[in-house]
Structures are given as structure tokens and as C-alpha cells.
């Protein structure tokens, strides 16, 4: 099973600002994924990253505000662009090995 | 697209008795569906997962059933333990090399 490194683990930023998240595999792995899961709510997908190719993303979520990088087949970063208290919430990247598999997500919060 | 209901959203059990959560799809071409364990604050663990070429799977105290005609599959929990308490997601694949669709979750409390 793939095992997947997440950075930071948690984070307090200002509104306005930004934040990108890390995400490391330790194997390659064709399909990589963003979620954010609200406390206490079910997994939403925010886009799939796209190894040399733009993300594919979900309906409600733009570029501009989530640029997503897939330089290659282990690393993946997220930003949150232009944040807001909204914004606050669990970031968790996936990666597609047989299965989905869960990094240990990113905790989130936007003052 | 592919739309997964799951039931029910909080479940309560006695340490020892069974429990069991359902889900249903939509999209008749989903030909996988995973479960997945997530424990407060941790990130969701894969657990037991079932392809459309099968009708059941267990694997200790855990047992995953699917019926594809009736689109819906179910997790089953034996003799449960406090440990088992977390909630439970579940999940089909479309087809392909698409994200897979989660249910809502199932919030299990077992009770000693």
C-alpha cells in the first residue's frame, strides 16, 4: 500500500492569505487526488491531480482559488488561495494504488 | 454522476452484538466500493473493499456483502468491540480511473 507524507500537518493563517500543501508518496502512483473534509462530514473531492496537465476539477472548486501541482508521479502540492474563516477545514490528499489511500491531512485554520 | 447514499448516520451497539450499514448507488457501471475507517482526528483507513465480480467478503470479524442488481452493498461488524467505534465511510468507484463517490459516513459507538 502506498504510504503518503502530508506538510504542514496543521496551520493558522490570516484571511487573504495563502497556503500550499504538501503531499509525498513513496511509491509513483498514476491517479493523485485533493479532498477537504469538514469536522464531523464526509470526504469532498476538490480535484484530481494531473501528472503533466492541468487538475480536473470538481464542481464548486476553480484553479485560481486551489491551484494544484503534479510535477511528477510522487509529489503533489494544494494551494488555498485568498483565504477566508470558510476556507477552515481538513485538507487530505489520496493516491490512487490499486485502492485509495489517505494521507494524514492538513488542519486548517483561517482567522 | 454516480451518487452513494449510506445508513444509518449514527448507530449505537452493545460490546459483542453486530452491526451492519448500507449503502446504495446510483450508477450501475460502479464496479468497486471500498469501506473505510476513520478514527477522530486520524486519517480514513481502508478496511475491507469488494469488486462487482463478487458477492461477499469477510475477513475476520468484518464482512462486506453486494448486490449489484439491487445496487446496494453492506458492511457487517461481528462480535464488535470498543475499538471498532469511528466512523465509516463507504464508497464506489464509477469506472475506471475516476475518484471514488463516499457516502455521507456512519458514526458506530460501541458500548461497553
Known amino acids: 500500500s502506498a504510504v503518503i507524507s502530508q506538510k504542514p500537518s496543521r496551520d493558522i493563517c490570516q484571511r487573504g492569505t495563502s497556503l500550499t500543501i504538501q503531499c509525498q508518496v513513496d511509491s509513483q502512483v498514476t491517479m493523485m487526488f485533493w479532498y477537504r473534509q469538514q469536522p464531523g462530514q464526509s470526504l469532498t473531492l476538490i480535484a484530481t491531480a494531473n501528472q503533466g496537465s492541468e487538475a480536473t476539477y470538481e464542481s464548486g472548486f476553480v484553479i485560481d482559488k486551489f491551484p494544484i501541482s503534479r510535477p511528477n508521479l510522487t509529489f503533489s502540492t494544494l494551494t488555498v488561495s485568498n483565504m477566508s474563516p470558510e476556507d477552515s477545514s481538513i485538507y487530505l490528499c489520496?493516491?490512487?494504488?490499486?485502492?485509495?489511500?489517505f494521507g494524514p491531512g492538513t488542519r486548517l485554520l483561517v482567522l | 454522476g454516480e451518487n452513494v447514499e449510506q445508513h444509518p448516520s449514527t448507530l449505537s451497539v452493545q460490546e459483542g452484538d453486530s452491526a451492519v450499514i448500507k449503502c446504495t448507488y446510483s450508477?450501475?457501471?460502479?464496479?468497486?466500493f471500498p469501506w473505510y475507517k476513520q478514527e477522530l482526528g486520524k486519517r480514513p483507513q481502508l478496511i475491507i473493499d469488494?469488486?462487482?465480480?463478487?458477492g461477499e467478503k469477510k475477513d475476520q470479524r468484518i464482512a462486506v456483502t453486494l448486490n449489484k442488481t439491487a445496487k446496494h452493498f453492506s458492511l457487517h461488524i461481528t462480535e464488535t468491540q470498543p475499538e471498532d467505534s469511528a466512523v465509516y465511510f463507504c464508497?464506489?468507484?464509477?469506472?475506471?480511473?475516476?475518484?471514488?463517490?463516499f457516502g455521507k459516513g456512519t458514526r458506530l459507538s460501541v458500548i461497553a
Open positions: 450508477d450501475s457501471a460502479s464496479n468497486y
Open positions: 489520496s493516491a490512487e494504488q490499486e485502492t485509495q489511500y
Open positions: 469488494i469488486r462487482s465480480n463478487v
Open positions: 464508497a464506489a468507484r464509477p469506472s475506471g480511473n475516476t475518484p471514488l463517490v
